[in-house]
């Protein structure tokens, strides 16, 4: 079974800040991890994936993320928010392989505000 | 490359009445398509998994007879609600895995927001 938890259903930062949206995981076999954003009435967009390779991920538009074992958490981090990163985000697990590879796991969301 | 696309984006329908959804991969076949409901500041929930030329797979809770789905060939999938109720409306996504590529890449469709009067 796999779940995902995020931590913070809205996060606001300023302008030119850190942005910092946490994930955390549960799976019973080794994961891939993603994450998306959401912008009001559209689809989902990929920013990065985790798929045991490097456990550094870097993604489109300055993201990226760490995947930590001991800690199971897949965070994301930008150095620098923009206007535009305003947005939905959201975490995902799927299974690497077994009769639930290719199944995504959404968590809850994190909505980011960026205030000017 | 790589795109979905859902048709139509939006679709308002009397109670009772059915409403089909379309999932088009346009670049690329697609093996398997998924379907998932969101609700309003909700996540995503998976509905079903669609196969081509096979019986989709349902997640439990998912009524199979109420929402019917379709995959027949490789660049489309279809999601019928059958007597659609109020409690239906929602945002529906499908997505679309590139057929044998790794398993773990899913692209997304913009999205068919339904409602229900």
């Known amino acids: 079974a796999q779940s995902v938890t995020q931590l913070g259903s809205h996060v606001s930062v300023s302008e030119g800040a850190l942005v910092l949206l946490r994930c955390n995981y549960s799976?019973?076999?080794?994961?891939?991890l993603f994450w998306y954003v959401q912008y009001p009435n559209q689809g989902l967009q990929l920013l990065l994936k985790y798929t045991s390779a490097a456990t550094l991920v870097k993604g489109i538009n300055g993201f990226e993320a760490e995947f930590k074992k001991s800690e199971t958490s897949f965070h994301l981090t930008k150095p620098s928010a923009h206007m535009s990163d305003a947005a939905e985000y959201f975490c995902a697990v799927s299974a690497q392989r077994g009769n639930q590879g290719g199944k995504l796991i959404f968590g809850q969301g994190t909505e980011l505000s960026v205030k000017p | 490359g790589a795109v979905v696309s859902q048709h139509p984006s939006r679709v308002i329908c009397k109670s009772g009445t059915s409403v089909k959804i379309e999932c088009r991969s346009l670049d690329f076949q697609a093996t398997t398509m998924f379907w998932y409901r969101q609700f309003p500041k909700q996540s995503l929930m998976l509905m079903a998994t669609s196969n081509e030329g096979s019986k989709a797979t349902y997640e439990q809770g998912v009524e199979k007879d109420k929402f019917l789905i379709n995959h027949a060939s490789l660049t489309l999938s279809t999601l019928t609600v059958t007597s659609a109720h109020p409690e239906d409306s929602s945002f529906y996504i499908c997505?679309?895995?590139?057929?044998?590529?790794?398993?773990?890449?899913?692209?997304f469709g913009p999205g068919t927001r339904l409602l229900v009067l």
């Open positions: 997505s679309a895995r590139r057929s044998g590529q790794k398993q773990e890449t899913q692209y």
């Open positions: 799976s019973s076999v080794p994961p891939y």
